[in-house]
């Protein structure tokens, strides 16, 4: 609760494990002089941010399973959630493109797309990410408790994840929640120099 994980792989490739969640490490393989990285994860709850280095050579494999589908890359940055609660999933792609696939069937997803996938439906044909939301209002300087963020509206919205950080690597994350409405609140933080970032959530949970 309330923590997250940064683990690089040997190839360079990362994944940030976010709160509440569950993955395990299925096969990691190195070809010794060759560069090439056999990795295979399984999310079985939860939620995983990953940026994926350019795979070497055709014995290169990136893999992450859920109980929904098997997402597979060759070099890519992309999200994957999974919620076992209501048997659903997703993939959202930064960049690059993802593979997502079950027994039901499998679907390209490309950048600036995601997918919803269902246990035991086909993945989604791909929806178009929202894009950004405008933090121009946000001030850069926040003196007074507790600390509230505000930005304006997006109407294809139906909610915002936040991410507070001390850098803007986001290697790994003190603080993220989801909001309805277009602004955030949280504890009080030590003075210090943070990062914020906020994706908008569309109707499908994307």
């Known amino acids: 609760a309330n923590s997250s994980l940064s683990v690089r792989f040997i190839d360079g490739s990362q994944v940030l494990l976010l709160k509440d969640s569950t993955l395990k490490l299925d ?17 079985e709850t939860g939620r995983v941010e990953t940026q994926v280095k ?18 597979g890359v060759r070099g890519t940055d ?11 999933g997703s993939t959202e792609v930064l960049s690059g493109a993802v593979q997502a696939e079950n027994d039901a069937g499998a679907v390209d997803v490309q950048q600036g797309f995601g997918s919803v996938i269902a246990l035991g439906k086909p993945p989604s044909p791909p929806i ?3 894009p950004a939301p405008d933090l121009s209002t946000i001030p850069a300087l926040i003196e007074r408790t507790p600390i ?5 509206p997006m109407a294809a919205a139906s909610g915002y994840r936040v991410q507070i950080e001390r850098d803007k690597q986001f290697n790994v994350v003190l603080d993220e929640d989801v909001f309805v ?3 955030a609140s949280f504890p009080d933080l030590p003075d210090g120099q943070y990062a914020m970032r906020v994706r908008a959530i569309d109707t499908h949970g994307l």
């Open 181 to 183: 409405t277009p602004e």
């Open 148 to 152: 509230r963020f505000r930005w304006q």
């Open 78 to 88: 992309f999200r994957v959630g999974a919620d076992t609660s209501s048997n659903t």
């Open 128 to 130: 178009e990410l929202l």
């Open 54 to 71: 350019p795979l070497k050579g055709a014995a290169s494999r990136y893999e992450i399973r859920t109980p929904m589908a098997q997402l």
């Open 27 to 43: 096969n990691l393989t190195a070809y010794p002089n060759t560069g090439m990285a056999n990795t295979q994860l399984k999310l």
